[in-house]
């Protein structure tokens, strides 16, 4: 394909191709990601550099047997020997009724900056070097960047969906150690998304001026001295790979295996009154169509603690019966409480602020154990010292059931939205 040709016509060229060759359904997504990035290492400015990547995906059906294949080498040659080795694929493929591809979805998305403003950039990353050394000198930024992404693709199927995507935003990243003489931290990182780098500082944006407090404070971090049973707090981040957990439950591979402990469960109540999580697919980066190319309309999961949606794919509709809730990949929102998070954390008498929470997969019931990450012991209300070899077990699923409290505050990171959330009756060790 020629490489002037546009997105739509390199779809609209390779869906041809694959309706030729025999496809029963076929779909075509041509795409391209911009990026403008002022990358800092090491405390310092480091290189401005762009970059583009062409891609073409495709997915194909013949006789209920699927393949999918994706190629960055979009030549006339290459596209049609990626076509006919997707056809060679999908004929050995295993038969599944439950198949099929993207029908009659129209949509043609227009969102965020679509140019990059090379000089607020430079200024962003000048910000966040000079909020580093004046506030937490004592941090090491070993990676970070400022960046403009765009993203422009064309989602063509023989099923007439026709899907147009011009999405644009801005991402600011930081991500480093902290040292005081021979005392070192452990990693720490965090990002944001925007529509406008003016509407905070660099540090302002998904949490990177509280990372990078925190990190400095965690140089100097301790076991417990026992055992105990008390609260956790969860940061945003934190917050993130519980409701991660959830989302999962929620999905096609747990719903097809019959392993989800919510399957049965909609219209009951599986989290506390206090929490409710519903998507912003609008959110900065976030374009509202699902991986299998269906426009994903708003959508709550809880509302006050009960769960109001499964969120199977096309597939896993088909597979399971269950009725298809497409999701983006990405915009979630929990509503903030009206806990101050000072109030919140003096409320904790035995407990941990937790940075990151590592569950690994934890068992069919939601048992695990893990150990938690850039955290800090709460005593008597009062945030200590850092925490280092913890861990923590109980039950996931029960979490969601014993949040005691929800933060007024929040962080934004784009993809998310999220509190703090106080859960009792977790182990320590």
Same mark, same amino acid.
């Given at each position: 394909?020629?490489?002037?040709?546009?997105?739509?016509?390199?779809?609209?060229?390779?869906?041809?191709?694959?309706?030729?060759?025999?496809?029963?359904?076929?779909?075509?997504?041509?795409?391209?990601?911009?990026?403008?990035?002022?990358?800092?290492?090491?405390?310092?400015?480091?290189?401005?550099?762009?970059?583009?990547?062409?891609?073409?995906?495709?997915?194909?059906?013949?006789?209920?047997?699927?393949?999918?294949?994706?190629?960055?080498?979009?030549?006339?040659?290459?596209?049609?020997?990626?076509?006919?080795?997707?056809?060679?694929?999908?004929?050995?493929?295993?038969?599944?009724?439950?198949?099929?591809?993207?029908?009659?979805?129209?949509?043609?998305?227009?969102?965020?900056?679509?140019?990059?403003?090379?000089?607020?950039?430079?200024?962003?990353?000048?910000?966040?070097?000079?909020?580093?050394?004046? %506030?937490?000198?004592?941090?090491?930024?070993?990676?970070?960047?400022?960046?403009?992404?765009?993203?422009?693709?064309?989602?063509?199927?023989?099923?007439?969906?026709?899907?147009?995507?011009?999405?644009?935003?801005?991402?600011?990243?930081?991500?480093?150690?902290?040292?005081?003489?021979?005392?070192?931290?452990?990693?720490?990182?965090?990002?944001?998304?925007?529509?406008?780098?003016?509407?905070?500082?660099?540090?302002?944006?998904?949490?990177?001026?509280?990372?990078?407090?925190?990190?400095?404070?965690?140089?100097?971090?301790?076991?417990?001295?026992?055992?105990?049973?008390?609260?956790?707090?969860?940061?945003?981040?934190?917050?993130?790979?519980?409701?991660?957990?959830?989302?999962?439950?929620?999905?096609?591979?747990?719903?097809?295996?019959?392993?989800?402990?919510?399957?049965?469960?909609?219209?009951?109540?599986?989290?506390?009154?206090?929490?409710?999580?519903?998507?912003?697919?609008?959110?900065?980066?976030?374009?509202?169509?699902?991986?299998?190319?269906?426009?994903?309309?708003?959508?709550?999961?809880?509302?006050?603690?009960?769960?109001?949606?499964?969120?199977?794919?096309?597939?896993?509709?088909?597979?399971?019966?269950?009725?298809?809730?497409?999701?983006?990949?990405?915009?979630?929102?929990?509503?903030?409480?009206?806990?101050?998070?000072?109030?919140?954390?003096?409320?904790?008498?035995?407990?941990?602020?937790?940075?990151?929470?590592?569950?690994?997969?934890?068992?069919?019931?939601?048992?695990?154990?893990?150990?938690?990450?850039?955290?800090?012991?709460? %005593?008597?209300?009062?945030?200590?010292?850092?925490?280092? %070899?913890?861990?923590?077990?109980?039950?996931?699923?029960?979490?969601?059931?014993?949040?005691?409290?929800?933060?007024?505050?929040?962080?934004?990171?784009?993809?998310?939205?999220?509190?703090?959330?106080?859960?009792?009756?977790?182990?320590?060790?």
């Amino acid at each position: 394909m020629a490489a002037t040709m546009s997105l739509h016509d390199q779809a609209e060229q390779a869906l041809a191709l694959m309706k030729a060759a025999g496809f029963d359904a076929a779909r075509a997504e041509a795409s391209r990601l911009s990026g403008t990035e002022l990358n800092l290492a090491h405390n310092e400015p480091s290189l401005l550099r762009s970059t583009t990547v062409d891609k073409l995906a495709l997915a194909g059906i013949v006789d209920g047997r699927m393949a999918a294949t994706e190629l960055s080498d979009l030549s006339d040659d290459a596209v049609r020997s990626a076509v006919s080795a997707l056809f060679a694929d999908a004929r050995t493929a295993p038969q599944d009724d439950a198949n099929a591809l993207t029908a009659g979805q129209h949509a043609d998305l227009l969102q965020g900056p679509q140019e990059a403003d090379e000089a607020r950039l430079a200024d962003k990353v000048a910000e966040l070097l000079h909020f580093r050394e004046t %506030e937490t000198p004592a941090m090491m930024l070993e990676e970070g960047f400022v960046s403009h992404q765009r993203l422009e693709s064309k989602l063509l199927s023989s099923g007439g969906s026709d899907i147009g995507c011009r999405l644009g935003w801005y991402r600011v990243t930081a991500f480093g150690t902290a040292r005081i003489g021979q005392r070192v931290s452990s990693f720490n990182y965090a990002e944001g998304t925007t529509n406008d780098l003016r509407a905070a500082p660099a540090q302002g944006f998904g949490g990177i001026e509280p990372m990078l407090r925190d990190t400095v404070r965690q140089v100097d971090a301790q076991p417990i001295a026992s055992k105990f049973v008390g609260d956790i707090v969860l940061t945003p981040p934190a917050v993130a790979s519980l409701l991660g957990w959830l989302q999962g439950q929620l999905s096609d591979m747990h719903l097809i295996a019959g392993s989800s402990l919510y399957r049965e469960r909609l219209g009951q109540a599986v989290a506390a009154p206090l929490l409710s999580l519903k998507s912003r697919f609008d959110a900065p980066g976030v374009a509202a169509i699902s991986a299998d190319g269906h426009v994903a309309p708003p959508v709550e999961l809880l509302r006050d603690g009960v769960l109001m949606n499964l969120t199977p794919s096309l597939y896993g509709s088909r597979k399971t019966g269950l009725r298809q809730v497409p999701i983006a990949g990405a915009g979630w929102d929990v509503p903030a409480g009206t806990t101050p998070l000072a109030e919140l954390l003096a409320g904790v008498r035995h407990g941990a602020l937790v940075g990151r929470l590592s569950m690994g997969n934890p068992a069919p019931n939601g048992d695990f154990s893990g150990v938690i990450k850039n955290s800090f012991l709460v %005593e008597g209300g009062t945030v200590g010292p850092a925490l280092r %070899e913890v861990m923590v077990s109980g039950n996931i699923a029960r979490m969601l059931l014993d949040v005691l409290a929800v933060s007024r505050e929040r962080i934004d990171t784009g993809g998310w939205n999220l509190p703090w959330l106080r859960i009792g009756g977790m182990h320590f060790s």
